[in-house]
DNA sequence: GCCTTTAGTTACCATTTAGTTACCACTTTT
DNA sequence: AAAAGTGGTAACTAAATGGTAACTAAAGGC
C-alpha cells in the first residue's frame, strides 16, 4: 500500500492526475475514436483491431465511471448500446488534437 | 506474439503510435519533470517521490532509446549524470502542457 | 433444431509492468 | 573506521494488464 498517503503529496502535479484517468494503454485511442461522433460497441472495436471485447469493456466501464464518457444502452435484441463523450470527456479534446498531431508529424511520415 | 502484424495495420491511427512512445505510466511525468530545465537523476527522483529508482531507471533509458531524452554522464565523484529533453522531446511540450492545464482546471479545484 | 447477430459476463491463465530490498563503486567528511 | 553522497544494478515479488473460451438473451433465416 504505497498510494493513499503518496497521492495527495503528488498531487500538486497536475499530469499525474490526469494520467489516473486517461492513462492506460487503450484510453487515449478510445477517447479519440469517439471524438466527434457516438459509436457502438462493435464500431469501436473494429476501429481498434488489436483490442480484445474484455478489455475494451473494461476499459468503457472505467472511463464511464470517471464521467468521461456516456453509456446508453437500448433494450433490443440483439442489444445496442451507444458511446459518446461527455463534456468531460470533450473537453479532453485539446490533449488528443495535439497528440494526433504529433503522431503525424513525427511518426506517420517517417516510416 | 500479436504486435507486428497489427502494428502496421494500426498506425493509420496517430494517436496509437505516440501512445507507443509516452504510453508509459511514468514517462508523461518524467518529461514534465524535465520540460524547463536539465536535471540530475536524484532530483528526479525526489520530485517523482512514488517512483522507485529502478523503475525511473528503466523508463529514463527506454525514452533516451526514443529519442525523447538526452543523458549526459559526467565521470567525477561521486557520479553525476544530467538528463534533458532533446528537440523532439521538446516537440511533445504542447501535449504535456494541454495535459497540465487540463488538470489544473479539472482536477486541482476539485479536491 | 441449429446458426447468426450483439454486447456483454465469467473463469481462468499468461504477460507485462512496477515495486522492494539489498548491494556496488569511489571519494570526502566525520 | 564508518557514514554520506550519487547513480545505479540484481534478484525477487507483487500488481496491473491482456488474452481465450464458453456462456447469455431473443428473434430471424435455413
Redesign the interface.
Known amino acids: 500500500m504505497?498510494?493513499k498517503g503518496?497521492i495527495s503529496?503528488?498531487?500538486k502535479?497536475?499530469?499525474?492526475?490526469?494520467?489516473q484517468l486517461i492513462?492506460g494503454?487503450w484510453k487515449?485511442?478510445i477517447l479519440?475514436c469517439l471524438r466527434s461522433e457516438t459509436r457502438r460497441f462493435g464500431e469501436i472495436a473494429a476501429r481498434?483491431?488489436?483490442i480484445s471485447r474484455k478489455v475494451l469493456t473494461e476499459q468503457l466501464r472505467e472511463l464511464e465511471q470517471d464521467n468521461l464518457i456516456l453509456r446508453v444502452q437500448f433494450n433490443e435484441i440483439p442489444p445496442r448500446v451507444e458511446y459518446s463523450l461527455t463534456a468531460?470527456g470533450k473537453?479532453?479534446s485539446?490533449?488528443?488534437h495535439?497528440?494526433?498531431?504529433?503522431?503525424?508529424?513525427?511518426?506517420?511520415n517517417k516510416?
Chains 1, 2 share one sequence.
Do not use: D
Open positions: 504505497v498510494t503518496k503529496e503528488e498531487v502535479c497536475p499530469v499525474t492526475g490526469i494520467l492513462g494503454k487515449p485511442i479519440y481498434i483491431p488489436s468531460m473537453s479532453l485539446p490533449i488528443l495535439e497528440m494526433e498531431k504529433w503522431g503525424l508529424e513525427n511518426i506517420m516510416k
